[in-house]
């Protein structure tokens, strides 16, 4: 049992190669996970394409892990051989730099981001920073919790932090991995849920995630749409399109606010003065820590939040990778190791 399976990328645009590896110790601060399951993200394309700045190979991807605490470091407190945890995008806080100082540990410049930074959950075991880790209620499988530690926090912290209030319009930009987990946090959180697609063939799913409204954006006015029922108090913006994303500007009611979680390579186009007219605001969301993960967990259980998800065996992921970048996956792809 000293040998494990890890599914890694030796250099930009290299294949996945799985090799085996000695399981590793944990070191002080840290914890020995045994990986049960992990979301594919479409952010592992940094990892595979190289294009995380300062990167270093090899490197096995992996950030929405879901697993076993089964070796624990030194130093470690609070954490115990047996629990069953999460670990997500972000990897770890220093707990003394300035913005962890202040309280704004996301942004703390240790900079450390798992499968990037150290390597992720693409193997049968991997090491994390005890301050990256999130409780698994026991009511989740370890495949239902791996997306909702990334794709799920990104979407949930966004919302419960969008200023938006029970019955204000809350339209989500997007039916994809992030939209679909989005529409239903936005429904369950008691918004006036609008979801926002191309096409008329997905309204019956959004419209069973608990969307309210469903707008086409290829056969209808999203803006004039939006304006119908009051404007829109918060559009959260899934989608990597940054015209797609200016498109809905104006759907903005006042004090309207669009956040940001896709990241398009391209700037956004943005009216000042629809901005300064209605006080309207564009920001971005940073996903969450380990904390708000545990929040989107325990609020998953709580209200059925679910991802849709495909599995793959941990040994297919270089086929479950091209699934999930086709962009044809309904709508998380997830690697089990089968432990
Ligand atoms: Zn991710
Ligand atoms: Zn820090």
Not at 152 to 167: E, I
Not at 280 to 298: C, F, H, K, N
Request: proline content about 4%; overall charge neutral; charged content about 20%.
């Amino acid at each position: 049992m000293s040998k494990m399976r890890a599914m890694q990328v030796t250099r930009a645009n290299g294949p996945f190669e799985l090799v085996e590896r000695e399981i590793p110790a944990p070191g002080a601060d840290q914890v020995r996970i045994k990986v049960q399951a992990c979301g594919i993200c479409h952010s592992d394309s940094l990892t595979k394409e190289g294009a995380y700045p300062g990167i270093q190979y090899p490197r096995v991807p992996g950030h929405e892990v879901a697993g076993i605490i089964d070796a624990v470091g030194k130093g470690v407190v609070g954490w115990t051989e047996g629990q069953r945890v999460g670990v997500g995008w972000h990897g770890g806080y220093c707990g003394h730099c300035e913005p962890c100082r202040r309280g704004d540990f996301f942004a703390c410049q240790w900079g450390q981001v798992t499968g990037i930074t150290y390597d992720g959950g693409y193997a049968d075991y991997m090491i994390a920073h005890s301050s990256a880790l999130a409780l698994l209620p026991k009511e989740l499988s370890s495949i239902e919790a791996g997306p909702l530690v990334c794709a799920g926090v990104t979407t949930f912290n966004s919302l419960r932090n969008s200023g938006a209030r029970p019955n204000d319009v809350v339209a989500i930009l997007g039916l994809g991995g992030l939209g679909h987990l989005g529409v239903q946090f936005a429904a369950k959180m008691g918004f006036k849920t609008v979801a926002i697609a191309r096409g008329s063939d997905k309204e019956p799913l959004a419209r069973e995630l608990g969307a309210h409204h469903y707008i086409d954006s290829q056969a209808q006015d999203v803006v004039a749409e939006l304006a119908k029922l009051g404007g829109a108090k918060v559009i959260v913006a899934t989608v990597t399109n940054a015209e797609a994303m200016s498109a809905t500007l104006g759907g903005l009611g006042v004090n309207g606010k669009l956040m940001v979680l896709g990241a398009p390579y391209e700037p956004l186009a943005v009216p000042a003065l629809l901005l300064i007219g209605g006080r309207r605001s564009v920001a971005g969301w940073y996903s969450g820590t380990s904390i708000d993960s545990q929040d989107t967990l325990s609020f998953s259980t709580l209200s059925g939040v679910r991802a849709m998800t495909e599995v793959f065996p941990l040994e297919r992921a270089a086929e479950a990778y091209d699934r999930m970048m086709s962009g044809k996956a309904r709508f998380r792809v997830v690697l089990t190791t089968g432990q």
